[in-house]
């Protein structure tokens, strides 16, 4: 992210979050719903306030494509409520039904988000194509390129604080939103570039272009997609057991550790894991190192750890 970018997130943080150790990498699922609203409230009200000028200019420059591209951008508003949603949702406490909480329910507002994405991909394709048919001139003045470059240039910096914020709380469902944004800037550019063109008499530039841009946008989606259902599904990060199994190592009395397994439930990780120890030791002492292992783990990893305690030499 670069550094421009960076500073306005800092800025949004410091002036909405409180209480945050690191800015840079949350973990804490209350202070991680808490960046995933500011980022879906920045949206909403970028969005809105976009919207509203792309409006304004659109009736006073009589451009019908401004007025498409004011929809549009006020259509965007949807994903941001999605992403709201899902943080409430999978915020909510642990039930009968439910024992290990709801914070899977960030994955599928990710999947709902990026079929979201795909559609916009898709109805890009179909717009293009009907715009390479039609091989027709998209009329407009240089003033409207000029709100459309501008609309896209903001729109570009909401994808960016957006990825930035995700990233900080490592969350597919703000990136995934980002590019929602990215899309409308890049809609907008294309528009912008139609008009430009059809002054020189090429009407199908933008046709052209746009076809690129439904594969860029579909791909995304379906790499987005294809993350989120791999988290459901319950995949296993090798970088994280090797911290773990180090961590287990660097307590004392620890001879080994295996079988680890690290259970993602969102916002809430469950570790189980087994460590080698000395037979000769007490069930009191081997308690003990199990437990110093447990917090070990968890005041690293963030993580909820159950340790089970082998003997040396035997990996049962
Ligand atoms: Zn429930
Ligand atoms: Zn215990
Ligand atoms: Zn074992």
């Known amino acids: 992210m670069n550094a421009f970018t960076r500073s306005i997130t800092d800025f949004l943080i410091r002036n909405t979050q409180k209480n945050v150790e690191d800015i840079y990498e949350v973990n804490d699922p209350v202070q991680r ?4 609203y500011l980022e879906a409230w920045m949206s909403i009200i970028g969005n809105v306030v976009l919207a509203i000028v792309k409006f304004v200019f659109g009736f006073m420059l009589n451009s ?32 009968e039904k439910h024992p290990h909480g709801h914070g899977r329910i960030e994955f ?30 998209v009329q407009g003045s240089y003033l409207v390129v000029g709100v459309m470059l501008l609309a896209a240039l ?31 800037a890049i809609a907008s550019v294309l528009v912008a570039i139609a008009i430009l063109a059809s002054g020189f008499g090429y009407y199908k530039v933008d046709a052209i272009l746009g076809f690129g841009v439904s594969a860029l946008i579909i791909w995304t989606g379906m790499e987005i997609f294809s993350d989120s259902a791999s988290k459901l599904i319950g995949e296993t ?6 911290a773990i199994e180090q961590l287990a190592l660097s307590v004392s009395g620890v001879a080994d550790a295996h079988d680890i397994a690290i259970h993602d439930y969102g916002n809430s990780k469950h570790v189980v894991m087994h460590i080698e120890v000395d037979e000769k030791l007490t069930v009191i002492e081997a308690h003990s190192i199990a437990e110093r292992v447990e917090h070990m783990v968890n005041q690293n990893m963030w993580v909820t750890t159950t340790v089970h305690v082998d003997r040396v030499g035997s990996s049962s």
Do not use: C
Not at 33 to 36: D, E, L, R, T, V
């Open 237 to 242: 990060n090798q970088e994280d057991i090797a």
């Open 64 to 95: 019908i494509s401004l007025i498409a591209d004011a929809v549009h951008t006020a259509s965007d508003v949807l994903t941001s409520l999605v992403v709201i949603l899902g943080f409430k949702l999978s915020s909510l406490p642990a039930d």
């Open 33 to 36: 719903q808490g960046f995933a």
């Open 108 to 137: 599928i507002a990710t999947l709902v988000i990026a079929i979201m994405l795909i559609i916009v991909g898709v109805k890009f394709g179909f717009s293009s194509y009907e715009r390479l048919k039609a091989n027709t001139p």
């Open 154 to 184: 903001l729109k570009e910096l909401m994808s960016q604080i957006s990825i930035d914020l995700g990233q900080r709380i490592s969350s597919g469902t703000l990136i995934a939103d980002a590019w929602h944004h990215r899309t409308d």
